[in-house]
């Protein structure tokens, strides 16, 4: 518990942050960026053309490894974390589940677990994770983990035994070694915001 931090709806926010952006903002979604070539501007390559800036932040977190600076080689280890939610709870579950209609817990344990009850009564499970050195998802491991999900689920919630899980996914995140994220210039007009270590915004 962290007096005076507030929980958000991640999805919505970064959705809400997109749409309020100030007119001379564009944003590229679904450009994946394949070659960059620094200099006076820096010219970034995708697969239908390019973008030029006069100044470049990275905030792409383990994937920032792979922009061509030696001093983020080998410094964030690239993890899948992995979360299920369940299907609605029904009113007469909602009354056995009993408490608040809607909270969060995070761990302090950074190998504990995330769990949430949503607006709409559903709860979330958040743990587990894979190392995943190409930055690439691992399939398998979605599958494996649904199971662990639902473990954890029914050692916390005994009053639920019928509650399955209607969603699963993972997604990438970075470690540090001293859980230091990079934050600072790497190149002249190029800046970084790099490693999350898991710590969200
Ligand atoms: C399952 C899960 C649960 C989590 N739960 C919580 C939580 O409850 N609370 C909390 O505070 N934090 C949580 N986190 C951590 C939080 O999501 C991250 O710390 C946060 O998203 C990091 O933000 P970021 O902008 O630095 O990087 P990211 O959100 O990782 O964004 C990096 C972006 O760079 C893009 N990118 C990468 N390479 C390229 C390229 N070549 N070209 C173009 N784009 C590229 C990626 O597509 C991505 O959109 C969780 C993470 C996961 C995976």
């Not at 100030?22 to 973008?51: F, M, R, W």
């Not at 009354?95 to 344990?109: M, N």
Request: proline fraction near 7%; charge should be positive; hydrophobic fraction near 35%.
């Amino acid at each position: 518990f962290t007096p005076g931090t507030m929980l958000v709806q991640p999805s919505a926010l970064v959705k809400g942050l997109a749409d309020s952006l100030p007119s001379n903002v564009t944003l590229y979604e679904n450009t994946a960026i394949t070659e960059v070539e620094y200099g006076d501007k820096v010219v970034l390559k995708h697969d239908l053309g390019q973008i030029t800036a006069d100044k470049l932040i990275l905030a792409n977190n383990a994937f920032g490894q792979r922009f061509g600076f030696s001093q983020l080689k080998r410094t964030m280890l690239p993890v899948f974390l992995y979360a299920s939610m369940t299907r609605p709870l029904t009113p007469s579950e909602q009354a056995e589940l009993g408490g608040k209609d809607f909270w969060g817990v995070i761990p302090s344990d950074p190998f504990g677990s995330t769990v949430r009850r949503t607006h709409d009564n559903r709860i979330l499970m958040r743990n587990s994770f894979s190392f995943n050195p190409n930055g690439k998802p691992k399939p398998h491991c979605l599958e494996r983990f649904i199971s662990k999900h639902q473990r954890s689920f029914d050692n916390r919630f005994p009053m639920l035994p019928d509650v399955n899980f209607e969603y699963t996914w993972s997604g990438s995140l970075a470690l540090s070694q001293n859980h230091k994220g990079f934050f600072g210039q790497l190149a002249p007009n190029v800046y970084g915001a790099l490693c999350c270590n898991g710590l969200g915004i």
